[in-house]
């Protein structure tokens, strides 16, 4: 019997030469990931987070931007006149006695009796073209109204008393835009003459049914298409740009979310439940970091990152050049202070990952319980025969 508990004896020293990697574990330990000596065969670049510049170069990321997407149109842009818009046509002569002086729509003004017509509502024919008398048929399709003010006066003046016009578009199809998703009451909002913003539609439309912090705006206009969240919107005036006839804005729920793995309180996809939140605070929102089985010199934050800020990082990358993002693991010491202040001023990200590996003592305490199931039978078998 004591043959066989010199065997599990050895069986435990086999293990842990062996460097407890038979062991159960949620992912690599500790040296595995930082014992990071070629990234090109890794497929991975390895931060040490242990000083401002980390946040420096993190600040300098490319970001979706509306206005950044959509420049030069900040400002409303001028009211044009489309096929199906309904166009109302006023037209007045400076004396009597001219084409329009047997209207019954007569107008005193201060300068004596003059002749006022006021033509009925119609629609702007296929043609892109309205009826005027006397005038015939003028081109108003993709012209402002002043435009076709002055078209119609230089059809008129060889033929009415100086005229004057004045056009107004009483119904506009084409000059708003569609809101879709996420909202109270998708429609297709008019634009007004004065211009509308992004945020002034969806008030339009009702507003959004879910939180800011979930929502994304999706805005097509032409054959572009620029997705944001929501709250970039609602916190940076620049981005909430003028909207555009035909521009086409919908919200999608997209919830913040991140993953917790490895010797936290909680492993799970967990919601950040704000805006933003900071390294610091997903630590704790995944129920902190393990006493008994964390290595505070092993918290890491695994993302993919772009290449703009991975070559302020790390210059010499061979990842680098690829054109596409590049998968980043940035390594927190919680021993060191400064990582502290670093990972509670750190944004987290969507779809982030948070890592925390086991301590050595937690794998010895594994192979010092491995052992026991294991020499347990043969030493309470040794003890009954004695």
């Not at 309904?86 to 002086?101: K, N, Q």
């Not at 913003?197 to 912090?213: E, M, N, Q, Y």
């Not at 010499?316 to 693991?329: E, H």
């Amino acid at each position: 019997m004591m043959n066989l508990f010199s065997k599990a004896a050895a069986f435990m020293a086999l293990v842990l030469l062996a460097g407890c990697a038979a062991l159960p574990a949620q992912g690599p330990a500790t040296i595995d990931i930082v014992h990071n000596d070629n990234p090109a065969a890794s497929g991975f670049e390895l931060i040490d987070v242990d000083g401002s510049e980390v946040l420096s170069a993190l600040r300098s990321a490319p970001h979706d931007s509306l206005s950044g997407s959509f420049g030069g149109q900040g400002r409303p842009g001028e009211t044009t006149i489309s096929v199906g818009d309904t166009i109302a046509v006023t037209i007045w002569e400076a004396g009597s006695g001219g084409l329009f002086s047997g209207s019954t729509d007569l107008t005193q003004v201060s300068s004596g009796t003059s002749g006022k017509a006021t033509i009925p509502e119609q629609p702007v024919g296929r043609d892109g073209a309205i009826t005027v008398p006397y005038a015939g048929r003028v081109k108003v399709s993709g012209l402002t109204p002043p435009a076709v003010e002055r078209a119609i006066e230089r059809r008129l003046e060889d033929r009415a008393i100086q005229p004057q016009v004045l056009v107004s578009i009483t119904k506009q199809i084409n000059a708003s835009v569609t809101v879709a998703g996420e909202v109270n009451s998708g429609a297709r909002v008019p634009l007004s003459t004065r211009g509308d913003r992004l945020l002034d539609v969806l008030a339009t439309a009702g507003g959004v049914r879910i939180p800011v912090s979930e929502a994304m705006v999706r805005l097509s206009r032409g054959g572009s298409t620029v997705s944001v969240p929501l709250r970039t919107v609602v916190n940076d005036p620049a981005e909430n740009i003028y909207m555009r006839p035909g521009d086409a804005l919908t919200i999608v729920r997209e919830p913040q979310v991140f993953f917790a793995v490895g010797a936290t309180g909680r492993n799970d996809e967990i919601p950040f439940g704000a805006d933003r939140i900071s390294v610091q605070q997903a630590i704790a929102r995944a129920g902190g970091l393990l006493d008994n089985r964390a290595d505070p010199s092993g918290v890491f934050l695994l993302r993919f990152e772009h290449e703009q800020v991975v070559s302020i990082l790390k210059p010499q990358s061979p990842l680098l050049g690829t054109g596409a993002l590049i998968p980043v693991i940035y390594r927190f010491n919680m021993r060191d202070p400064q990582a502290l202040f670093v990972a509670s001023a750190m944004p987290m990200r969507n779809r982030d990952v948070l890592y925390v590996t086991n301590s050595k003592l937690s794998d010895l305490s594994k192979v010092t319980r491995l052992f026991s199931t294991i020499a347990q039978p043969a030493l309470a078998t040794a003890n009954a025969i004695k």
